[in-house]
């Protein structure tokens, strides 16, 4: 999705909390940021999508900056099943469907 | 819960055999789409479906088709199913609402036309 900007890759500690930057400085008033998540050979999966207030869900954290230029993905403490490729996507109201990027491949290391 | 399922999630089939991927859903989303996902060529959207016996066609409809004939069951057929047919498939549903609605995906059906 050429609206964000995400790293190729990350390691994170199991048990630590895991910060997934986007960028998505083109961003305009009446998008929003969603954030899905897919482990290898399954479907995409849905985690958390927001506007410009911070979300939280039993999942994971949104933090929008407060220009909405950027924002971070928070897993609280990270297990070995959250090791994915996690998509940061941009949608507006044209946008009926989903464009995925390259995303970030999320290694959790034990 | 949104519950997307597939019929199948590995297939593998002949070139020329009519191919028949189906997806229900069970939380009376208005829109479902089919998508294909490949290597290095992101997510592509199929066809979609907005409401019983509605289509549009995607970015790559050529070879496919689909049938919408309930709310909850979208179906995606491979008239002729050829290799370059082998791919990822995934079905998803979302409520009709603009990009505030969370659009759910299936497990995915992994084709493999020989």
């Known amino acids: 999705d050429a609206k964000t900007t995400q790293p190729p890759s990350m390691d994170c500690a199991e048990g630590r909390a895991a910060n997934l930057p986007c960028n998505h400085s083109?961003?305009?008033?009446?998008?929003?940021v969603y954030w899905y998540r897919q482990i290898h050979s399954q479907g995409p999966q849905y985690i958390i999508h927001g506007l410009k207030n911070n979300e939280t869900n039993e999942m994971a954290s949104l933090i929008i900056t407060e220009d909405r230029k950027s924002s971070t993905l928070i897993l609280p403490h990270a297990t070995l099943r959250d090791t994915a490729v996690y998509y940061c996507?941009?949608?507006?109201?044209?946008?009926?469907?989903?464009?995925f990027g390259a995303g970030t491949t999320v290694t959790v290391r034990a | 819960d949104v519950k997307v399922t597939q019929s199948s999630r590995y297939l593998v089939k002949r070139t020329g055999e009519k191919v028949f991927l189906e997806c229900v859903q069970d939380?009376?989303?208005?829109?479902m789409f089919w998508y294909r996902q490949d290597p290095g060529l992101g997510l592509r959207l199929i066809y979609f479906s907005y409401d019983v016996k509605m289509k549009e066609k995607g970015d790559i409809p050529e070879g496919y088709s689909v049938s919408r004939e309930k709310k909850e069951r979208f179906s995606l057929i491979l008239e002729s199913a050829s290799t370059n047919q082998t791919s990822m498939y995934l079905c998803?549903?979302?409520?009709?609402?603009?990009?505030?609605?969370?659009?759910?995906f299936g497990p995915g059906t992994r084709l493999l036309v020989l």
């Open positions: 998803a549903s979302d409520r009709a609402g603009g990009p505030r609605e969370t659009q759910y």
């Open positions: 996507i941009v949608r507006d109201s044209n946008d009926y469907k989903l464009s």
């Open positions: 939380m009376d989303h208005e829109n």
């Open positions: 083109t961003i305009s008033g009446n998008e929003y």
